[in-house]
């Protein structure tokens, strides 16, 4: 069974500030994709960024970017610059591109923004 | 593009009563899934659909519990005789069936049993 653990259950930056989230994963899979979800409160799951296991490019979307390290089975989110807007819940999620593809997700990390 | 809706936004019940939640998928996608969300805690997978097809259901999928796409569009959840228990935030999500296949979410319906 594939696990996915976020190991910090909240934190905070200051404004402008850049933090990292961290995320692990245990698969045995090879064929899979990793996704950071961010949830602000009472809104829905929105996509942050995603990463193909067989890139070894670390996948950047503006002021996030990932750092993949596969034998490590770690992925971690940085966010660069940080706004009052990018605080939420974010969460870390696995996907065996397989028949059924469903995401299995971490517990995610609560992310304070502060002015 | 409108995104993925869900319908109702909220819905509060007294334990024991049958609750149907619907999901409308993004248009031109044709897999659906449905997670159930508790407080504090990542969404689990309940099941998916590709078109019209239920094809894997996880072990949370209690058999008080049964989800329909008919004609391959929107989907139904129908949670029968709930206990509070069934209290959580179900999302729905859509995606194109092609790689990546990232799957897009609704804003979720958040189920209350008393």
């Known amino acids: 069974a594939q696990t996915v653990t976020q190991s910090q259950p909240e934190m905070s930056v200051q404004e402008a500030e850049t933090v990292t989230l961290s995320c692990t994963y245990d698969?045995?899979?090879?064929?899979?994709?990793l996704f950071w979800y961010k949830q602000p409160p009472s809104r829905q799951m929105i996509l942050v960024i995603r990463q193909e296991a067989y890139k070894q490019q670390n996948a950047t979307e503006n002021r996030f970017s990932v750092n993949f390290q596969k034998a490590a089975k770690s992925f971690s989110l940085k966010i660069s610059d940080s706004q009052l807007g990018d605080t939420a819940m974010y969460f870390c999620a696995f996907m065996i591109y397989g028949s059924a593809r469903q995401l299995t997700f971490g517990s995610g990390t609560q992310l304070t923004v502060l002015p | 593009d409108t995104g993925v809706s869900q319908d109702p936004r909220h819905k509060i019940t007294k334990r024991g009563q049958n609750v149907t939640f619907r999901c409308d998928p993004i248009s031109e996608h044709n897999r659906l899934y449905w997670y159930r969300q508790t407080l504090g805690q990542g969404p689990e997978f309940l099941t998916y659909f590709q078109n019209e097809a239920q094809l894997e259901k996880s072990r949370l999928l209690s058999d008080r519990f049964s989800a329909e796409r008919p004609k391959g569009s929107f989907s139904t959840l129908e949670i029968q005789r709930t206990e509070q228990g069934d209290s959580a935030m179900y999302l729905c999500a859509s995606s194109l069936g092609i790689a990546p296949d990232t799957q897009y979410f609704g804003p979720g319906t958040r189920l209350t049993v008393l």
């Open positions: 698969t045995s899979e090879n064929n899979y994709y």
